[in-house]
């Protein structure tokens, strides 16, 4: 997860227009130039100071626990969004976007302050209860531990339990424990989405998903149907191979096919792959340091991550955040990752994740003004850390980068292979729940979410829904009060990351298997992804980029020829 104060709560990166607002000149004026340019550096200079104390506090605030730190946040949120909230500059900047700029990136840059203060303009009162909301449910989750026979666990315990363990009670206890934390956010989060409804609607907007994804240029009908297709594309291979993990599952737990519940399936919300018999992973990690395993790799592929991992925070203590985020403290070098790192394939794979974040963040150019220096979406710089994060089911990189015995991989070479395919369907139907979920509840959040929730699980991830049960199981998902109408962009991501990793294959590795080749020791690798990629940060939008770095703008085809053919 790449996360940062600037980009959730004000800088989104995007430039489609509000309903109310089209580009009716394209005529340059000298004068509205010059006033924008001053507008931009002004509040460039004020937001600069204000982003850096903010991502300081929360960095504070998720690794200890400290109650401070997350009023300090809440405050800075407030100061930045009140930054991003004056009407005179936003109506000035929107004047000189739609007037035409002779300065490409002055036009980028007042691109992105249009779109950051647009959703700012509302009431102060609004933005200060959305900021509140919002703070205290990241310290709910920060600080919550599920209650498991009368004991806390943290999340990592649960998730140990849920995929070690065979005694089907203990796992269903295992797996509510987990979800208690929904009930506990459940009220503040619905607040907090009526709250962003009426902010957009007083905007022109038909409700906050609309907006949020319009403002990062995306059309909600497109990402719909993109959406749409890609689960009629998955529907038939999904159900045959989840069929033989049921099978499986049902051998490991002594129970009938029919009879396998949520709970069986190793993971809180079964968006990852369950372990099934025939290749154990973690086998391959249980003595290996995920850290060495990490930065030697980036190393060998000319992406040196030593500056990222000497500020970062990357084991379990009390009060931090079970969960891992890369965050840019201050564009211009500072940046950081905060994990919980165990000795087995998920953690590796996380820190693999995460560090794509932080080597995209640390190689965009930084001659870039202070708003460029971003990547161009959030789904671009999703796509490079889900590319690195696949890697810890590549044979060629667990035999180069992880060190495993060559005889051990090629033993079970077919059964990674096909633990690689399930875990990325597995993953593309669970986006389809969150997508359609958000999508479905900002449009109306009266109705009974939690029969929705389990409506869209039975639907695309062909789950039983527990008997009787009625709890907000979809509030136990940080993402929907935090990070809003963003998951989708996970899966974009995806479908980006085949897309460069079939460049990377035809054109720099020279190989036939995107998802098999070897990059270890290519430096090339890291030099295409500097220059192509990295390195121009904002200055492009999403769509340019990829035509640029790829030759064809973002094409789920290549996730189709990958995984789903």
């Known amino acids: 997860m790449k996360t940062s104060i600037i980009f959730t709560c004000a800088i989104v990166v995007g430039c489609a227009t509000s309903p109310a607002h089209k580009s009716t000149s394209s005529t340059t004026n000298p004068d509205i130039e010059a006033k924008a340019m001053k507008v931009v550096k002004d509040i460039t200079a004020k937001a600069a100071p204000l982003e850096k104390a903010s991502n300081l506090a929360y960095w504070k605030a998720t690794t200890t626990g400290d109650k401070d730190s997350y009023a300090k946040v809440e405050k800075l949120e407030i100061a930045l969004r009140q930054l991003y909230s004056n009407k005179e500059q936003y109506e000035l900047l929107k004047k000189a976007r739609d007037s035409g700029l002779s300065d490409p990136l002055l036009a980028r840059q007042i691109v992105l302050l249009v779109n950051a203060m647009e959703e700012n303009q509302i009431d102060e009162a609004s933005r200060k209860r959305m900021v509140a909301l919002s703070t205290k449910v990241q310290k709910t989750f920060s600080e919550f531990r599920g209650k498991m026979g009368g004991k806390e666990l943290a999340d990592n315990e649960i998730k140990d339990i849920l995929r070690k363990d065979k005694d089907s009670a203990k796992l269903k206890a295992a797996w509510e424990a987990y979800k208690q934390k929904g009930k506990a956010v459940a009220p503040d989060i619905i607040e907090l989405i009526k709250l962003r409804n009426k902010a957009a609607r007083s905007r022109g907007y038909k409700d906050y998903y609309q907006m949020r994804l319009q403002l990062q240029e995306q059309d909600p009908k497109e990402i719909k149907a993109i959406f749409d297709k890609l689960a009629g594309l998955t529907d038939e291979p999904f159900r045959k191979i989840k069929a033989k993990v049921d099978e499986e599952l049902a051998k490991r737990y002594g129970v009938d096919v029919d009879k396998l519940m949520p709970w069986h399936y190793q993971d809180p919300f079964f968006q990852e792959s369950p372990k099934l018999k025939g290749v154990d992973l973690d086998s391959f990690f249980a003595d290996k340091d995920p850290l060495k395993i990490v930065q030697g790799f980036y190393t060998s592929i000319g992406l040196d991550p030593a500056d990222i991992l000497k500020h970062s925070d990357l084991y379990e203590k009390p009060g931090k955040m079970p969960h891992a985020y890369c965050t840019n403290m201050d564009r211009s070098g500072d940046i950081r990752i905060l994990a919980n790192l165990r000795p087995n394939e998920q953690w590796t794979s996380t820190l693999m994740h995460e560090m794509g974040h932080g080597v995209y963040d640390l190689y965009t150019n930084k001659k870039l003004p202070w708003l460029l220096r971003q990547p ?18 590549n044979p060629a990189w667990l035999i180069k980068a992880a060190g495993v015995d060559p005889e051990k991989v090629r033993a079970v070479e077919k059964d990674i292979t096909f633990n690689q395919r399930l875990g990325m369907l597995v993953f593309a139907r669970w986006a389809m729940v969150m997508m359609n979920f958000e999508r479905e509840m900002y449009a109306n959040p009266d109705q009974d979410l939690n029969k929705l929730w389990w409506d869209l699980k039975e639907r695309y991830q062909l789950l039983h829904r527990p008997e009787g049960r009625d709890a907000p199981d979809w509030a136990s998902k940080i993402h929907i009060a935090v990070w809003p109408a963003y998951y989708h962009n996970y899966l974009l991501g995806e479908c980006m990351a085949s897309q460069v990793l079939d460049y990377l294959a035809k054109n720099i590795v020279k190989s036939d298997d995107p998802n098999h080749m070897d990059m270890y020791g290519n430096k090339n690798v890291g030099s295409y992804l500097k220059e192509k990629i990295f390195g121009p940060g904002a ?14 703008t973002l094409n789920p085809g290549f996730f189709a020829q990958q995984f789903i053919d």
């Open 376 to 393: 161009a979406h959030a789904f671009t710089t999703e796509a490079i850390a889900m590319m690195f994060g696949r890697q810890t089911r």
């Open 539 to 552: 200055s492009m939008r999403w769509d340019e980029l990829l035509r640029t770095a790829t030759g064809d």
